[in-house]
């Protein structure tokens, strides 16, 4: 079997080598202007020495440009996807159809990945935008693992799938929690604002608390659970799934660090020896959760249910 991409999303720069060193193959990076609900801020100096640090070690890092996009930043597009081009990215990530037409014409050689989070569900739709240029999806968080492994059975490009860490339910363009503060009279900095990872939404019948922050694409409610399939990974590795990603949204270093290795163990494992993956994944999952944080419990999300409307 083909051992599939580990793809992560580092904090900054600095997690670069220890997460190489951890086992992950890929990167995402970029800064929110352009893409949307990155685990760090990277500015185009720290874009390029992630992609120098990564080249060096023969891994690849993908340039976020999956936020929506209004005509006030349209212009901007040329620009920056000729900055990543030169940057030398491996593939940029878009969800927006003005990426795909910007970069055809600044950088028409430019791996693509297509990521809208919640609309690829289906194979046609994935083989769509490979005949528009994409060369790769990003599969919606939502459906379950049959539906994966089929969609893997007909799909004309690469598919990616999330195999750990936590996923958005909303998303509002508008600053709600900054246009809140202000309706009270309570002046809150935007900085502080963004930079503050202690904030919930709190669910009192389901006991569950969703993380809540700001940024420049505005406010995103997350879930109250973090995904987690370590122990779950052999029928997609099997399928040929090309890409597993582990989000660190609202991470830090030294746990991303210690679940890349886990991952990079389990996958190895179950390429190398199916028979010893049945063995030892239990004792992967268990070790996620000795270092998981006390409010961010564990659960396998959509992969063996079916979502309800």
């Not at 996807?81 to 055809?104: C, E, Q, S, T, Y």
């Not at 994935?126 to 060369?135: I, L």
Request: proline share 3%.
């Amino acid at each position: 079997m083909k051992a599939p991409e580990l793809l992560v999303t580092p904090t900054a720069v600095e997690d670069i080598l220890p997460l190489i060193e951890a086992g992950a193959d890929a990167f995402v990076v970029g800064e929110q202007r352009y893409g949307l609900r990155l685990a760090g801020e990277f500015s185009r100096e720290e874009v390029k020495k992630a992609i120098e640090l990564a080249h060096q070690h023969n891994k690849k890092v993908y340039v976020a440009m999956n936020a929506i996009f209004h005509n006030d930043l349209v212009e901007e597009l040329d620009d920056y996807i000729a900055f990543v081009r030169d940057a030398k990215a491996d593939a940029i990530i878009f969800g927006d159809p003005a990426v795909l037409m910007a970069a055809k014409e600044v950088a028409p050689e430019m791996k693509l990945h297509w990521n809208t989070e919640t609309t690829a569900t289906n194979w046609f739709t994935c083989n769509y935008w490979g005949e528009k240029g994409a060369k790769r999806a990003v599969l919606a968080r939502e459906i379950n693992m049959d539906a994966i492994v089929e969609m893997k059975e007909h799909a004309k490009v690469e598919l990616e799938v999330q195999v750990h860490g936590m996923t958005c339910m909303f998303q509002s363009r508008r600053t709600l929690i900054g246009n809140y503060f202000e309706y009270q009279g309570k002046v809150m900095n935007v900085e502080n604002r963004q930079q503050n990872k202690n904030m919930f939404l709190h669910d009192e019948e389901r006991n569950n608390k969703y993380p809540i922050f700001e940024d420049f694409n505005g406010t995103h409610i997350m879930s109250p659970n973090d995904i987690c399939i370590i122990d779950e990974l052999q029928e997609m590795i099997e399928a040929g799934i090309d890409s597993f990603k582990i989000d660190g949204i609202l991470k830090d270093q030294q746990y991303l660090v210690a679940v890349t290795k886990l991952y990079r163990k389990a996958i190895d494992t179950c390429v190398e020896d199916e028979d010893k993956y049945d063995d030892i994944k239990s004792e992967l999952l268990d070790e996620i959760e000795a270092i998981q944080p006390k409010n961010r419990p564990l659960d396998t999300g959509f992969f063996f249910k079916e979502t309800v409307y």
